[in-house]
Each structure stands twice: as C-alpha cells, then as structure tokens.
C-alpha cells in the first residue's frame, strides 16, 4: 500500500484563476515561483505526500508539481485526480466524463504534466458518478496498476457508500472527503482505506485570522452550492462562531488555530491525513510544525466534541 503519512499539501490555489460555466473555481492569482518554492519546502520540512488534480488551473497545478519534484521523484508521493473535462488555452473547464475512455486519456494527460512514469494514488474526481459506470472506472484502475501507469487508486467522494465501493480491490485504498473540525464525516472512515481530508481548514476559516475582500476571481466570493465556510466572501456566521467556541482548546499549548486544527485530525483517528492547501513558504512551514506538537489529548479531542457535536 502506498503510504501516505500524516499530513499532505494541497495545490488547488497554486492552479491559479480558471473558470466553469463562467464563474471563477480557482483562488485567484499564484505566484508560480513562490508556490514551487513552498513545495520545496514542505518536502525539506518532512512531507511527502502532495495532492493535485488535472483540473486545478486546467492543468496548470499538475506541472507545477512536476517542476518542483523532478530531481526527487521517488522520495515523493503524488496524488492527483480525473474526471472534469478543461481546455487548459483558455483555463475553462468543460465539463466532466465518467467514461473509461476519459480515463485512459486523463491518466496520460497526467503523466505528462507530471513528467513522471508513474501516479502514486490516482482519485475519481466526480464525487456523485453512479455505481456502474464507476465499477468499469474501477477495474480499469486496477489495469492500470498492471501497467504501471499507477500505483493505487481512491475516489473523492463524501459518500462512504461509494469510498467503499472503489476500495473494495487490492489496490483501492484511499477515500478523499470534506472534513475537518467544524465539519465531520465519520461515516467516511469506518472502512479499511485511509481518508485524505479536503478542505481540512474550513477553506481558511481555520487558518487566518482577519478577513479582507477577496479578490473577484476567488471561489469563495461565487457562492457554489458546496461552499459552507463563506457567504459571499466572508466567513459564514455559523461556523465562524464554531470555531471561536474551540479556538482556545486548538491554541493550547502553544498551536496556532491551524496547527490546532490539525492536530484534531490525528487525534479523531489514524486513517485521516488532513491535505492543506498551501501557496506559500509561510504557509507550508506553519502547517508541517503541526507535526511536532502531534494530537490533541483524549482531554481536549473530548473537549471539542462536547462543544461542537
């Protein structure tokens, strides 16, 4: 199994501005150099494992990964995902095909952004595809670890049902989900497959402390329809008066309110590797320091789940 460790990085922000049916689903401008250099970082601070996808940026975040771990490949582990359809000229995105044949072409796409021969954890990106057409993804995946195009696959989904439904093969072995402290899923790490948690800071609820006006081109300011940490550019009501309800328990000791919240990943179980994202060297060194503190206590976990749940 390919092994994932505790903490990975996200590069969903590094892909710069794109759009779908007209409205922004990037972060707003990247500083390409800058995020290179945050990966390097996070790689020389201990972590391994960096999550993608080929339509972050229209491509764009894949070669950006690629670039920063060319001369340390095999030290890296590289998740990335398939399933949207983009035009990487224009940064749009198109649409999604769940069809095998789509896969075939996603996963060489990847490879080729990359510049590696092979993807260590290859996700299903559409997260509500029906059970037969992902059946046929599924085995598939596991032709392509035959062939050494990859090593293991997962789906991202926030449906346990589906996550254990694609790891039921010998090389399904990871789920991806929305989780983190102001919102679990623990139906989704029941099973036996690890859990790489998207938006483990609340989409930065979690992470920063003021709140200026995004920039047009920011998720955050369009209001999709999965968005639960921001209303039109500012932080939700509700969860942002979760998350002063716990801030002084995720600050004990010495954390910050991000390292805090991440320690309550390693303390609500073992299979949960929360992904950050991150697009600075600031931030990547921030994040990896949540290692040395470790979990919270049962105290504290206890704590939280009191007060939250």
């Not at 991202?156 to 996550?163: G, K, L, N, V």
Request: aromatic residues 10%.
């Amino acid at each position: 199994m390919t092994d994932l460790g505790k903490l990975g990085f996200g590069t969903w922000a590094m892909g710069g501005p794109y759009t779908f049916g007209g409205e922004p689903v990037g972060w707003g401008p990247a500083d390409d150099a800058e995020s290179r250099k945050a990966l390097r970082r996070a790689f020389e601070l201990g972590v391994t494992l960096f999550d993608t996808a080929d339509s972050y940026g229209c491509g764009h975040a894949e070669t950006l990964v690629g670039q920063a771990f060319a001369d340390v490949r095999d030290q890296v582990v590289i998740a990335t995902k398939w399933g949207f359809t983009f035009d990487a000229a224009t940064r749009r995105m198109t649409g999604s095909d769940g069809s095998v044949g789509h896969l075939r072409r996603a996963v060489e796409g990847s490879l080729r952004r990359l510049g590696t021969d092979r993807i260590d954890l290859y996700q299903l990106h559409l997260g509500d595809l029906g059970l037969d057409e992902a059946a046929l993804l599924r085995d598939e995946c596991e032709r392509l670890v035959t062939e050494g195009k990859i090593r293991s696959y997962g789906w991202s989904t926030d449906d346990p049902e589906r996550a254990r439904f694609f790891t039921q093969l010998e090389h399904g072995v990871a789920a991806q989900a929305d989780i983190n402290v102001l919102f679990d899923n623990p139906g989704m790490y029941t099973g036996e497959y690890a859990v790489l948690c998207r938006r483990p800071l609340a989409m930065g609820l979690l992470a920063r402390e003021t709140f200026d006006v995004l920039p047009p081109d920011d998720v955050r300011v369009t209001n999709p329809a999965w968005l639960r940490f921001f209303v039109d550019g500012r932080p939700s009501p509700e969860y942002f008066a979760a998350r002063e309800a716990v801030r002084d328990v995720l600050t004990s000791g010495g954390r910050t309110l991000v390292q805090g919240a991440l320690a309550w990943f390693w303390a609500r179980s073992p299979r949960l590797v929360p992904i950050p994202g991150v697009r600075t060297v600031a931030q990547a060194e921030e994040n990896a320091a949540a290692l040395e503190f470790g979990p919270l206590t049962p105290e504290q976990l206890a704590q939280v789940e009191s007060v939250l749940r």
